[in-house]
């Protein structure tokens, strides 16, 4: 099994910056995506930003510009670096790993199992 630690949330002002962090560990895995989930109030879990093992990358619309998704190498601790954060960046953030047993599993995308963080509130407001 993996386990996922998240840090780095808080309150900031509108504008302001922060940075979060994932570290993954437990299993040993092959292939995996690494990202970046939030969530509101009455609205439905949304991808902020992806992570491949090869470092493509994905981001949502919505933070195009202002956030950015970095991984080490090895990829065993995920960053988000938020800048000019607004009120409507307020959510749960979620840290996920979808994981393969194998090279063939991540090549064919068999047999994969996501893992969730345990979120970390992220506040912007004044």
């Known amino acids: 099994q993996v386990q996922l630690v998240e840090s780095g949330g808080g309150l900031v002002q509108p504008g302001g910056s922060l940075r979060l962090s994932c570290a993954a560990s437990g299993a040993i895995f092959y292939g995996y995506t690494m990202g970046w989930y939030r969530q509101s109030p009455g609205k439905q879990r949304e991808m902020v930003a992806t992570i491949t093992r090869e470092g493509d990358i994905d981001y949502a619309d919505f933070v195009k510009g202002r956030f950015s998704i970095s991984a080490d190498n090895p990829k065993t601790t995920m960053y988000l670096q938020m800048n000019s954060l607004k009120p409507e960046d307020t959510a749960v953030y979620y840290c996920?790993?979808?994981?393969?047993?194998?090279?063939?599993?991540?090549?064919?995308?068999?047999?994969?199992?996501?893992?969730w963080g345990q979120g970390t509130q992220v506040t912007v407001s004044s």
């Open positions: 996920n790993i979808d994981i393969y047993e194998t090279e063939t599993d991540y090549r064919d995308d068999i047999g994969r199992r996501s893992y």
